[in-house]
């Protein structure tokens, strides 16, 4: 079962992309997804409002909205939650990989979206990548519309498209209909079947 490390740049359309290979038969995690979960734990809380204070967390629960403002302007800030929650990301994506294993028959392929997979030097961890590249006005239409904060410090710290596109097994467009990245998507998959058997 092939192991596969998906990405791609802000509002490329990479959870739409999971959600393609989810229906074609694929295991999908998101390590957004974990990331929220884990900032609901009382620990990851604490911690973040201990470093922060309570503005962070106005409500009882951690506002990531309030919380990116912060770690983004600041080099320190954002290695010191890396530092909080990437190894807790990895032990989650470590226990699902090993759940995922022992279905039978097996998935046609377990993938883990990583928005910063090249950028933490996790690939060697999969056995291919794949990046979800889109036309940069689709882009910063997406990003906009779902209100992304801090969108120019979030876009400093990542590779550009070109660069994840290089860098990457496989790189799919997301530039047309969703039937049609679905339909690339497949195509990826049926490849990965065939090479790693």
Do not use: C
Not at 174 to 191: F, G, M, V, W, Y
Request: proline fraction near 5%.
């Amino acid at each position: 079962m092939p192991f596969v490390g998906l990405t791609g740049g802000i509002g490329a359309g990479k959870s739409t992309a999971l959600a393609a290979l989810e229906r074609l038969g694929a295991a999908v995690l998101s390590t957004d997804e974990v990331v929220h979960e884990l900032y609901q734990s009382d620990d990851i809380r604490a911690a973040v409002v201990a470093r922060w204070g309570d503005e962070v967390a106005p409500t009882g629960e951690v506002d990531r909205t309030a919380l990116a403002a912060r770690v983004f302007r600041s080099e320190d800030d954002r290695r010191w939650l890396e530092q909080l929650l990437w190894p807790r990301v990895g032990q989650r994506v470590a226990d699902w990989r090993a759940e995922i294993e022992r279905h039978a028959p097996p998935p046609p392929a377990a993938v883990v979206e990583v928005p910063l997979l090249f950028e933490a030097g996790m690939e060697e961890g999969f056995d291919a990548t794949v990046a979800v590249v889109a036309p940069e006005e689709v882009r910063a239409r997406r990003a906009s519309g779902r209100g992304h904060e801090s969108l120019d410090e979030r876009g400093a710290r990542q590779l550009t498209q070109a660069q994840k596109s290089q860098r990457a097994t496989y790189t799919v467009s997301n530039d047309a209909s969703i039937a049609d990245l679905e339909a690339r998507l497949s195509a990826i998959l049926e490849n990965l079947r065939t090479t790693t058997r």
